[in-house]
Nanobody, 125 residues
């Protein structure tokens, strides 16, 4: 059974940086999609960044373009999200997601069949 475990969240001031990690166990994704989603209190879960495993094509929400970078380390079965120039509006629980399929809309929740438990990111002004 696949398990996704996020780490790296924390509290930072605006303008700071964090790097989130998502380690995968129980299955090795050699194709498909992996992504980062976030959910703030009272809001819907939204896609932040996604990557096609293998080709490495990346996708970003407009709100994080130029500030966040998604990457993968196949040897370590780990997905990363480097977050720079953080803003208070980035405060949310961040979730890792994965699916074996080449999702047409990788920043949409629909289609992902594996999810982590989340890691909290809090950005203060």
């Amino acid at each position: 059974q696949v398990q996704l475990v996020e780490s790296g969240g924390g509290s930072v001031q605006a303008g700071g940086s964090l790097r989130l990690s998502c380690s995968t166990s129980g299955y090795t994704y050699s194709r498909g999609c992996m992504a980062w989603f976030r959910q703030a209190p009272g809001k819907e879960r939204e896609g932040v960044a996604a990557i096609y495993i293998g080709p490495g094509r990346t996708f970003y929400a407009d709100s994080v373009k130029g500030r966040f970078t998604i990457s993968q380390d196949n040897a370590k079965n780990t997905l990363y999200l480097q977050m720079n120039n953080l803003k208070p509006e980035d405060t949310a629980m961040y979730y890792c997601a994965a699916d074996e399929a080449w999702l047409v809309a990788p920043l949409k929740r629909l289609g992902y069949d594996a999810w982590g438990q989340g890691t909290q990111v809090t950005v203060s002004s």
